[in-house]
């Protein structure tokens, strides 16, 4: 079904500027102090905003409605290719801050863990934590998107089947960043047509956006889509 995941532009400034607060005497690395600073230019228009920032103020705008918002995988505080810094650490003392966690008062949870490199363990675990929080965006990150060949059992028995077996749906999001082909093995592309060979009765949807406003709508859609709603 067609719904309206478009925000007022005033809120979305208003979530873009909590995006980029970071605490008073808090020292953050160099490589990383640009990229913040970069954010604070594209939450005023100065620059077009990038994957990265468009990520976070999904995440965001979820989290101001008061859904939750929990995020596993391998590299996920930094993000396999550095785009996300969702955690940062003060240089000097080791500190962590999470901005994502001090978006508004009322807002819904936010959780972000690195997981161990068992990928079929961590999968089935957050397959089975999506099915009981319909409300809640619940994200599983490979940190190369062929390392969801170690759980491919997990989609292709549950994720994939669980609704037509047991009637039990699943909002779990699977983000497989791809872009390293001719690298080696676990370093390519995620092998997209494997995928999408899976998607029979609409069971799953594919996505490979390419531009930073798809990223922001493709996760908003997710969580608040009505068919998620018990």
Known sequence: PHFNTSMLLSTLKGLAKKLVEIPNNFTLQRQV???YDDRAKMAVGDL???????ESLAYASVLSSGNTVRIT????????????????YDNLNGDAHIPLQN????????????????????????????????NALVIWEAQFGDFANSAQVVIDQFITS??????????????????YEGQGPEHSSARLERFLQLCAEHNIQVCLPTTSAQVFHMLRKQVLSPLRKP
Do not use: M
Not at 162 to 179: A, D, F, S
């Open 103 to 134: 978006i508004e008062k009322d807002q819904g949870s936010f959780s972000i863990y690195d997981s161990l490199l068992s990928e079929a363990a961590v999968l089935a675990f957050e397959y089975g934590y999506s099915t009981t929080a319909p």
């Open 73 to 88: 995988g391998q590299d996920v505080g930094r993000g396999t290719f550095s785009h996300r810094h969702a955690i940062v």
């Open 33 to 35: 102090n640009k990229l």
């Open 48 to 54: 077009p905003v990038d994957w990265g920032f468009a």
């Open 162 to 179: 669980g609704e037509n077996k047991w009637q039990r749906l699943c909002g779990l999001t699977l983000l497989l960043p791809h872009g």
